[in-house]
């Protein structure tokens, strides 16, 4: 177990290093993960949106940066967080700057990352699923905590995997039914197509794999500033 302490540590100090984008626990900022997201996004995409509604748009469950898999009981999404995204989450409603956006870009742009949600039909969390005993349930959380990151690669046309290089687990203590990562990738030329592989070790699930195609891409708005 500290083998796998010090490269979460490592990975968690790269949020720490961009205060604000993150709360210190390492969790998506409260007032950005629990705006409204009932609103399904229009046919058409929007041009460019104000901040917080820019946030919804990119969180929203049935958005184009958003893709699922269901596997049995087990229900997977990933969701592609642009550069703006951390800008805009950051602000949680209050002003944002042009040099706030360009400074995400900078700091971000040699970096993808994903929100990768993991959530079981009619369990209190993954975690929680089918635990024989308490000592099978902190295995668990303790795999997800500091060895899940080893389960995701970005997979490249040419085939070439890249692992992941910054990785956060949002701890919830089974206050909601599922499991949370920020996980981010070192970035292999611009945001194109993109390829999430999930060759999970824990939960027995076979290989899947989220891709975003260039439409994904196009369609994300500009960030409108008051």
């Known amino acids: 177990m500290k083998q796998a ?17 993150f709360r210190p626990d390492g969790h998506l900022s409260t007032k950005a993960t629990l705006l409204d997201e009932a609103k399904t996004p229009k046919n058409d995409p929007p041009k460019s949106l104000e901040p917080q509604e820019f946030v919804q ?10 893709k699922h898999h269901t596997i049995g009981d087990f229900h997977l999404s990933a969701t592609y967080l642009p550069p703006e ?9 209050a002003a944002l700057s042009e040099e706030d956006l360009a400074n995400a870009k900078t700091e971000l742009e040699e970096m993808d990352f994903f929100r990768l949600r993991i ?3 009619g369990a209190p969390s993954p975690a929680q699923y ?7 349930y902190q295995q668990r959380i303790a795999y997800l905590a500091f060895d899940y990151q ?4 970005l997979l490249a046309r040419d085939g070439t995997r890249t692992p992941c290089a910054s990785y956060v687990f949002e701890r919830t203590f089974s206050m909601v039914p599922y499991h949370t990562m920020i996980v981010g ?7 194109d197509t993109r390829q999430l592989v999930v060759n999970d070790q824990l939960f027995g699930l076979p290989p899947l794999t989220f891709e975003w195609s260039p439409t994904d891409f196009k369609v994300i708005p500009k960030v409108t500033l008051l």
């Open 85 to 93: 995204f951390m800008a805009c989450n950051k602000a949680q409603g």
């Open 57 to 66: 748009w990119v969180l929203h469950p049935k958005g184009p940066l958003a």
């Open 5 to 21: 302490f010090l490269p979460v540590l490592l990975c968690a100090s790269f949020w720490y290093a961009l205060p604000g984008f």
């Open 150 to 153: 080893n389960d995701l690669y």
């Open 130 to 136: 089918q635990a024989s005993s308490r000592a099978v």
């Open 119 to 121: 959530r079981v039909e």
């Open 185 to 191: 990738f070192p970035r292999k030329g611009p945001p």
